[in-house]
């Protein structure tokens, strides 16, 4: 009895130790179990309070790349991060979720168009050529030498025509640097409109190359001409000239010169068209890189530097995990698009369930928010807020409707979000790429995943959720890497 006696209080005077240690150990469970979580800091980035007023530093005319056994990697940035000048990201980050949305509804009546299989209904569709960049959203920029004067461009899977600013310009947006001069360059050459080039151009636009001049004037030249929704436009002609990739030169490199060009560009010097036409850079330079180039998009939050590469020398990724592969799918009416089979997606390590599974869904450098059909986005909204739960709510804003207010806390446990493609490919998204920061105070953030109007429009998957990957296009092999990457330069 006296051994019962002097053990009974030993236990009881260890009751609350046990009590936290045994809550400590169901919530670790509750995490690295059955639910997989990630910590979000609030307020230690970029457009935090107290560093939002900071000016950022030009990025333009910055390194050229560097060349690793028949591969070349060139710098990357984010746009907004290249300006020299004091950043309202308040206003920007509101504003860039409105455009957006305009853009996605622009490449849904694209890919109406371009499934009709008819010119006219192209060209009645105003086919957004420049992607984000005309919406001024969160978009990445190079730079490239071509005839020998350095070029910033946005880059563009979404696009295949390479375009820049020309001299003499009738009409010409403020860009940082000179605009290119065809007149100055010893390897500059004129594209006919006669041409199988200039033919080829109705595939990349919309609209084939333009022959003949005004008032009965003959034109040899061939024209091109894309005009968008929202009044911005590119017009100018084609010509060749020597582009240089960091230490490799491709020759006679096929670009549009544009005479008079409108629209919110932010001070680019044109675009680098990444898509899958005969007039892409990734076609052009197929003899070079055997058609596979890469990104890591950085992370805004922190001013990071990502990295875009030609060439199939994986040496000069810096993946944190194995790269999977998907094909893509072969879809002659979406020749232009990068499309992938998504089977399935995760919230915390829970598997959903959806008939929209199966289906084609694009991979886009333009597009921000990730666009899903309503069902598949039902199921990822009402899962992931059964996991992130006991945060005050917020209203909706513009396109996202999962909205919290965390301005009370400095970081925050949010479920892990996964998208699972043929082959068992996944796409973890990046900690950064999960909330979007409707105001930069956290007072409004939300999940930066919006549903698409209608269940048989095509999903995109966005920038936002692409950040910390390298994502590989290999166009010879007809497939898709991903792996995650904390991206650097």
């Not at 060209?123 to 020998?148: H, R």
């Not at 003899?287 to 001013?303: K, Q, T, W």
Request: proline content about 3%; aromatic content about 8%.
């Amino acid at each position: 009895m006296s051994k019962k006696a002097t053990f009974l209080p030993l236990n009881l005077s260890l009751a609350p130790f046990l009590l936290i240690l045994l809550c400590h150990l169901l919530s670790c469970a509750a995490v690295h179990g059955v639910q997989e979580k990630k910590i979000l800091s609030l307020h230690n980035n970029i457009w935090s309070p107290m560093k939002s007023n900071e000016a950022s530093s030009s990025c333009f005319s910055h390194s050229l790349g560097e060349r690793k056994e028949s591969s070349t990697t060139l710098e990357m940035k984010h746009r907004e991060l290249c300006s020299g000048k004091t950043i309202d990201w308040g206003k920007k980050l509101r504003r860039a979720l409105t455009l957006d949305n305009l853009r996605v509804q622009s490449l849904q009546l694209k890919i109406k168009a371009m499934s009709s299989a008819t010119t006219e209904s192209i060209s009645e569709a105003q086919i957004p050529l420049a992607s984000g960049m005309k919406l001024q959203t969160l978009n990445y920029i190079v730079t490239v030498d071509l005839g020998g004067k350095n070029m910033t461009l946005i880059v563009d899977t979404g696009s295949d025509l390479t375009w820049v600013q020309c001299q003499p310009c009738k009409s010409c947006y403020n860009q940082q640097g000179p605009l290119y001069d065809p007149s100055v360059s010893s390897s500059y050459e004129t594209v006919f409109c006669n041409s199988t080039t200039c033919q080829d151009l109705v595939v990349a636009t919309g609209n084939s190359g333009l022959c003949g001049g005004n008032s009965g004037v003959d034109k040899t030249t061939c024209d091109y001409v894309v005009s968008y929704g929202d009044g911005s436009y590119t017009r100018g002609d084609l010509g060749s000239e020597s582009l240089q990739l960091g230490d490799t030169k491709v020759e006679s490199f096929v670009f549009g010169c544009g005479r008079s060009n409108k629209g919110l560009f932010g001070g680019a010097s044109g675009l680098m068209g990444l898509g899958r036409s005969s007039v892409s850079l990734v076609s052009q330079t197929m003899r070079n890189f055997n058609g596979v180039f890469s990104y890591c998009l950085p992370s805004v939050e922190d001013g990071a530097s990502g990295s875009l590469s030609f060439g199939d020398n994986s040496s000069v990724y810096k993946n944190s995990t194995s790269v999977s592969y998907t094909p893509l799918v072969q879809n002659p009416q979406l020749s232009s698009f990068y499309v992938l089979n998504l089977t399935g997606t995760s919230i915390g390590g829970v598997e959903l369930e959806s008939p929209s599974f199966g289906r084609g869904i694009l991979i886009d450098s333009g597009t921000v928010i990730t666009r899903l059909p309503p069902s598949i986005y039902k199921a990822v909204k009402t899962e992931f807020l059964k996991q992130f739960t006991g945060f005050p709510s917020a209203p909706s804003y513009s396109i996202l409707d999962t909205c919290f207010n965390l301005t009370s806390y400095e970081d925050v446990s949010i479920p892990t979000i996964k998208l699972i493609f043929q082959g068992n490919a996944e796409l973890e998204v990046d900690v950064t790429g999960v909330f979007y920061f409707v105001k930069p105070d956290a007072s409004l953030v939300c999940l930066a995943l919006a549903s698409l109007s209608y269940e048989n429009e095509v999903g995109i998957i966005g920038n936002y959720q692409q950040k910390n990957q390298r994502v590989i296009y290999d166009t010879k092999q007809e497939k898709i890497g991903i792996a995650g990457e904390n991206c650097s330069f």
